[in-house]
């Protein structure tokens, strides 16, 4: 007799049916003998070592997408893997029932979402917005359109981001401005943050500091290592609240021309003062900064700090030697 | 070929996510309609049919471990196959939505992040409640990945609210503009749509001055407000382009040599189809500019990674305006 094969999210979908179903939970030989899609390739008394592969990997899968797939030892033979059953507890899988979104909020959830259309988060922020839609509220038709877009650009992100997922070690070069070669880096990845723009990694190094590094310094592949250490807490906030300190602790202090381009564009910019030529700024990096005022060319001269005016004239000569 | 396979999960993880998204919401339509549920979700009609097709066959193995009748979920077959109707008769093991997955909220959160700037994010109490909200409906640890847009919130937000008053009463816009050419121009405005890549943010409009559609950089407008004069133009009516930046046959091409790492923060300006050929440790490629105005101000916040090659005057410029700048420290 042909059998038509099973299609993947029928089984998937029919082992968390039967796996939210039960209070006792499965043992993995009832799974694979009776679940729809296990079931018909399940050999009793046979090899069934390809079919327990296959359970592994929907295991993973579902987990991906939130779902509490727990395990339970049996009483009398903690340890055994035979009889170790499965399950998925219900009040841990369903949305707590006072979660819920307003029209207005449901419709800034969808931006939220529409924010990651490109790279490793779109698939997330997609099946989010699935789950959102499961409520049955309808969003808001927003006054105006909008198109909000992160772009992952950085070919260090995927990576990086895998890695903190898979909580492991990663080593990758990285060039530090002024520095003729790149160091060799082996960190704990702990968190990425964008911030102005630009995505950091926070990661802890060998001797127990935590460190940012900018993805855009980082050259040629990341390689993963060996299983890191757990290291809980929230490292998002704390490289923000740090980089925050630096930006509000770093002033530059600058000769604008009055009505450019760049005396338009400082006054646009969070925390500067523009006051007829002269310009007080923020940052957190002295080589961004460098680079952009480098950019703004006769509009801008730095008074201080003078490590910021001397990367500014150096870059300038050099722009000015190539072009000449 | 080798690949092929592992596309695969994801492609079922969707459609996983998707079944146990939509079972809920039909158990709490009594009745609704292939094209009501399609709209919803915002998936083809049929995508609705093959998940509803799918669900009403499925259900638990039972006691007898034979996926008996009433184990199995059921529909009214005729109301789904006459009138294009989904009503489920008979349900198991789900009642309610899905948890979030710690990444799923973790996207949303650093999405809502992002876009702190916006009016109707404005309320600072409501955001951090919907944040909590979110943390509440996800299982596992939160995901360590996130933005933080406090640069924008505080330099674009009055803007942004300025734009949003503007089309809640119909009216133009007129603001101070900042062209790419380095001109100041008084412009009344439609506004139409706004758009953001990173950090920045742009106004798509109707210029009345241009008569035509425009992209407005928000950190280039000045001295913004709201005027009397009714809109003429609304978004439903006008099709905007699909990039926020049209080229025009007046845009002057300018050969480079460029470094291989920061070719991503020239992509915007490399034209689709571009050459580009390896001369050692550069790339030589092609960039479109409207104006040296433009060009001066990015080759030289490069500094090291790009060189203009041609043509001759282009290479003036650069060094003109890097010059200029350093007899200012001079002096």
Redesign the interface.
């Known amino acids: 007799m042909a059998q038509v094969p099973v299609p993947v999210e029928e089984r998937l979908f029919s082992l968390v049916l039967a796996l939210l179903a039960t209070e006792t939970g499965l043992t993995k030989s009832e799974i694979l003998s009776t679940v729809q899609g296990y079931r018909q390739r399940f050999s009793k008394g046979g090899d069934n070592a390809n079919l327990e592969r296959q359970f592994e990997r929907d295991k993973d899968d579902i987990r991906d997408l939130g779902v509490p797939l727990e395990t339970l030892d049996s009483p009398g033979e903690i340890g055994n893997n035979q009889t170790l059953r499965y399950r998925i507890p219900k009040g841990a899988y369903e949305l707590p029932r006072d979660v819920v979104f307003t029209p207005d909020e449901t419709a800034l959830l969808g931006l939220a979402a529409m924010v990651w259309r490109e790279g490793s988060l779109s698939g997330e922020s997609r099946r989010a917005l699935l789950k959102l839609r499961s409520l049955g509220v309808t969003a808001d038709e927003p006054v105006i359109g909008y198109a909000p877009r992160v772009r992952l650009r950085d070919p260090a992100f995927e990576p990086l981001d895998a890695a903190i997922q898979k909580q492991v070690r990663v080593r990758f070069s990285y060039l530090k401005p002024g520095e003729e070669r790149a160091t060799d880096r082996d960190v704990i990845p702990l968190a990425l943050v964008q911030y102005q723009g630009r995505w950091h990694l926070s990661a802890e190094e060998a001797d127990g500091d935590t460190k940012l590094f900018l993805l855009r310094r980082i050259v040629g592949p990341i390689t993963t290592g060996k299983a890191a250490p757990d290291r809980p807490g929230d490292h998002m906030a704390a490289a923000v609240a740090g980089l925050e300190q630096v930006w509000e602790r770093q002033v530059a202090e600058l000769e604008v021309e009055p009505g450019s381009d760049t005396a338009t564009r400082l006054a646009n910019r969070r925390g500067a003062v523009v006051n007829g030529d002269h310009a007080t700024v923020h940052f957190v990096d002295v080589n961004i900064l460098a680079d952009e005022l480098a950019g703004a060319g006769p509009e801008v001269r730095v008074i201080s700090p003078s490590d910021l005016r001397e990367a500014v004239v150096s870059r300038l000569k050099k722009v000015a030697a190539d072009h000449g | 070929m080798a690949n092929a396979p592992k596309a ?3 492609q ?11 079972v ?2 039909l158990v ?2 009594d009745r609704v309609t292939v094209a009501e549920a399609a709209e ?3 998936v083809p009609a049929d995508q609705i049919r093959d998940a509803v097709n ?2 009403a066959v ?4 039972g006691d007898t ?1 034979a ?1 008996q009748h009433d184990d199995l979920f059921d529909i009214d077959w005729d109301a789904f196959e006459n009138d294009d109707e989904i009503v489920l008769t008979n349900r ?21 992040q ?2 702190s700037a ?1 009016p ?2 404005a309320d600072r109490a ?1 955001i951090s409640s ?1 944040m909590g ?1 979110l943390s ?5 640890e ?15 937000a009055p803007t942004l609210a300025l ?2 008053d503007s ?2 009463k119909g009216v133009q816009l007129e603001l101070d503009y ?1 062209s790419s050419r ?1 001109d ?1 121009e008084r412009r009344r405005v439609d ?10 943010w742009y106004l798509r409009g109707w210029c009345h001055l241009r008569e035509a559609v425009r992209t407005f950089r ?5 001295n913004a407000e709201i005027t009397d004069t009714p809109i003429e133009h609304r ?1 439903a009516d006008v099709k905007l382009p699909e990039t926020l930046f049209e080229g025009s046959p007046d845009d002057l091409e300018v050969v480079i040599d460029v470094a291989p ?1 920061a070719m ?2 020239l ?1 915007d300006y490399i034209p689709d189809g571009a050459r580009t050929d390896d001369r050692g440790d550069r790339i030589r490629t092609t960039v479109r500019v409207s104006h040296y ?1 433009g060009l ?9 990674v790009v ?2 090659v041609a043509p001759p005057e282009a ?2 410029a ?2 003109e ?9 001079d002096a």
């Open positions: 695969q999960p994801l079922a993880r969707d459609k996983l996510a998707f079944l146990l998204s939509l809920p919401y709490d339509h919803h979700f915002k799918l669900i499925s259900g638990l193995p471990a996926y198991v093991a789900i009642d309610d939505s899905p948890r979030f997955s710690a990444r799923e909220a973790a996207a949303l959160i650093a999405g809502l992002y876009l916006l109707e994010n409501s919907l909200k509440r409906g996800t299982s596992g939160p995901a360590q990945v996130g933005v933080e847009a406090l640069d924008t919130r505080e330099s674009v734009i949003r089309v809640e900042l380095g100041f506004a139409l749509r706004v758009e953001s890549i990173d950090a920045d928000l950190d280039r407008i000045s978004a790492s991503t923060l992509a105005h001066k101000r990015l080759i030289a916040s490069m500094p090291g060189t203009v290479r003036v650069v060094a305006w890097a010059a200029e700048a350093v007899a200012r420290y």
